[in-house]
């Protein structure tokens, strides 16, 4: 891939399974691009505000302007890539990330995206309990029911619980019900694509549209969330110990997942950029 205006690669910042086969094979481990820049500045646009590498300003991948509509993202943003040392590795920028992938993706296929988040629905994480052991159980219960009330209580999805991994079919009112309020938090405007593409990453690496909702929306906090979708994680180490790969795999995760959160209550309804 040719160098964007900044003079870099930016197909760095594709996704492993989005990037040319057949360019990846013929060089499958290279190394880390050179930091080019001195400093990372936030410029003003007329639709918003880019990232700026020495005065000029970042593409993404697909070569649109980075351009967002929050200078609070942008800052945030910007610090990812002042933070660089001598070499720019994009695993230490899942903001960028997110938001590369929310304009060359998501924005180009919203309905799509917004059903696949409907299809999590169906058949929510937290609707699947443990039958034993008790400490497993009571801790699903305490942490997942009232993810299960504020989904009945304030979305109008009444969910029906079911015990082990055998499919539980979800009544179609209550799919509908989840659907509207993915749409209802996604809006409309400049801000939609990346709305949703928090959204549909905080439901995948959580396995819960549910769960991603509710940090959506405030009615619980980031930590509360982490937690609640890795009760059966922290069961199975608490029982046989930790996997120091498993573990450095999660806090890969948690970055992804913070990056969204982040990105999701900066461009909530509502809020001034």
């Given amino acids: 891939m040719p160098q964007d205006p900044t003079g870099f690669d930016a197909d760095f910042f594709v996704p492993e399974s989005e990037r040319d086969p057949v360019k990846a094979a013929r ?3 290279r190394p880390l691009p050179k930091r080019f820049y001195k400093e990372a500045t936030v410029g003003a646009e007329a639709n918003g505000f880019s ?14 302007r980075l351009v967002v509509p929050s200078r609070r993202l942008a800052e945030a943003m910007a610090a990812e890539w002042a933070a660089q040392g001598e070499t720019i590795d994009p695993a230490s920028m ?31 994480m937290l609707c699947y309990r443990a039958g034993e052991p008790e400490s497993l ?6 942490a997942w029911d009232p993810l299960l009330a504020f989904a009945r209580d304030k979305l109008g999805a009444r969910l ?12 179609e009112e209550s799919v509908a019900a989840l659907g509207r309020a993915v749409r209802a ?31 959506a929306l405030n009615e619980i906090d980031l930590a509360t ?3 609640a979708a890795h009760i059966d994680e922290d069961f199975q180490m ?22 969204a959160a982040f990105l999701a209550d900066t461009l909530a309804e509502g809020r001034e950029p």
């Fill in 51 to 64: 990232i700026l590498l020495d005065g000029r300003p970042v593409n993404t991948p697909a070569k649109r």
């Fill in 27 to 29: 060089d499958p481990a």
């Fill in 160 to 171: 029906a619980l079911a015990e082990g991994v055998m499919f539980t079919a979800q009544p």
């Fill in 238 to 259: 608490r029982a046989w110990g930790a996997d120091p790969e498993a573990l450095a795999r999660r806090e890969a995760r948690f970055a992804e997942m913070t990056a």
């Fill in 94 to 124: 899942p903001l960028t990330r997110l938001v590369n992938t929310a304009l060359d993706g998501v924005a180009q296929q919203m309905a799509e995206v917004e059903a696949e988040l409907v299809r999590y629905a169906g058949s929510d």
């Fill in 137 to 142: 159980v009571a801790a699903q219960s305490a």
């Fill in 185 to 215: 938090f996604v809006g409309e405007g400049q801000g939609a694509p990346l709305r949703l593409a928090a959204l549909h990453v905080m439901t995948t690496l959580t396995g819960s549209l549910i769960l991603a909702l509710a940090k």
């Fill in 225 to 227: 969330a982490w937690g």
